[in-house]
């Protein structure tokens, strides 16, 4: 059994200055699966930033994983700002209706008051209780969902997408709108001593071309980015699905990592641009982390190492997005295990031959 011989904090502060570390930086982004670890229904996090506290803080310390991500589901922002949000009993929340059904009302949205609107209170009340109770031994992030995304939830997505084309002054209003909330938002975090941390799931190149991302996102976003570093923080920028089109923009932002979908391949990105810019993924969070057997985990795993480890500017082993609710804790251990076991310096016959070991389907089957 392999064992940490630093924390998160320690190996993340070692790594960005170039020094020995144990291991690589390991990151299985837990979300909602933090409810299973305490034994509570998703629902319950509502309201209750304690809950999500206590459960956040219960799996790093379960998994002792380097990056703890206050989350619970994207409309947070959106919530707050007038979008109807769906609670579920024991699931994921899910967008029911935008915060406006015509383009006449557009003048009645306002910046969300983070001290003050919707579940914003409550998520800076549980990354407040997290850094009190870890943050000297783990960094805490909150997330951040990125303006493009946000004014999809505002008005919908299938309408803002049409507008982008037939009218964007009217996106680029929801866009300012959604800013300024996300800025609101993203002040508040930082005053609580947590990291921001974006994400930006209609900027994918499935929803819309690298034209319009380049008009309707990467301002915004650079702008968020500019903030964040201005307050002496660093940050890191999830885009999900194909995000191939647009990944020398994604790291125009200045964003210090991206997160990359389990969609990419990370040795391709790694080649593109992995010289300006930390690079953390993308093992497949639902056919591997949530399906897969330990050893179906490993094999990935050690994949993903093997495409990412030589980053010119860092790597982080992580999952390609957020893990699903039911993801069983074995396979989140063998994602820790298996890093772990490869240690640092990684070398790269050892992980080639480690990798070829676990290649029979016979030892790395999947779960049926």
């Not at 579940?119 to 805490?140: D, F, Q, S």
């Not at 508040?188 to 930006?200: E, M, R, W």
């Not at 179906?296 to 495409?307: D, Q, W």
């Amino acid at each position: 059994m392999f064992r940490d011989q630093m924390t998160p904090i320690e190996r993340m502060s070692a790594y960005n200055r170039g020094e020995p570390v144990d291991r690589l930086p390991c990151v299985p982004i837990v979300g909602n699966t933090a409810a299973r670890v305490i034994g509570v229904k998703v629902s319950e996090f509502r309201r209750n930033g304690k809950l999500i506290a206590k459960a956040q803080v219960e799996a790093y310390r379960m998994f002792k994983y380097d990056i703890i991500r206050i989350f619970t589901d994207l409309y947070t922002l959106a919530e707050a700002m007038g979008a109807k949000i769906h609670y579920p009993p024991d699931e994921t929340a899910y967008h029911e209706a935008p915060a406006i059904n015509d383009l006449s009302e557009i003048d009645r949205l306002e910046p969300a008051d983070p001290h003050r609107d919707g579940n914003l209170p409550h998520h800076l009340e549980a990354m407040k209780t997290a850094v009190e109770e870890i943050g000297r031994e783990a960094v805490v992030t909150g997330a951040v969902t990125g303006p493009f995304t946000n004014a999809s939830l505002l008005i919908g997505t299938e309408l803002l997408v049409k507008l982008t084309i037939k009218n964007p002054p009217i996106v680029h209003k929801l866009c300012e709108i959604s800013l300024a909330t996300a800025l609101n938002y993203i002040k508040a975090i930082i005053d609580a001593g947590c990291t921001p941390s974006l994400t930006d799931a209609m900027s994918s190149c499935a929803v819309i071309g690298p034209r319009q991302f380049k008009e309707f996102s990467f301002p915004y976003l650079k702008r968020i980015i500019d903030y964040i570093h201005s307050r002496g923080q660093k940050v890191t920028l999830h885009i999900c699905g194909n995000t191939k089109p647009i990944w020398e923009l994604m790291a125009m932002t200045g964003a210090d990592c991206l997160s990359i979908d389990s969609d990419a391949d990370l040795l391709e990105c790694k080649l593109k641009i992995g010289d300006k810019v930390r690079l953390m993924g993308n093992v497949r969070p639902s056919e591997t982390m949530l399906m897969g057997s330990p050893d179906y985990v490993r094999r990935e795993v050690l994949e993903c190492m093997l495409k990412g480890f030589g980053n010119p500017k860092g790597f982080i082993v992580a999952s390609g997005c957020s893990l699903p609710t039911e993801t069983p804790f074995a396979n989140i251990h063998a994602m820790l295990d298996t890093v772990r076991s490869v240690g640092y310096p990684v070398d790269a016959e050892k992980l080639l031959v480690m990798w070829e070991n676990c290649q029979p389907m016979k030892n790395c089957q999947g779960r049926k």
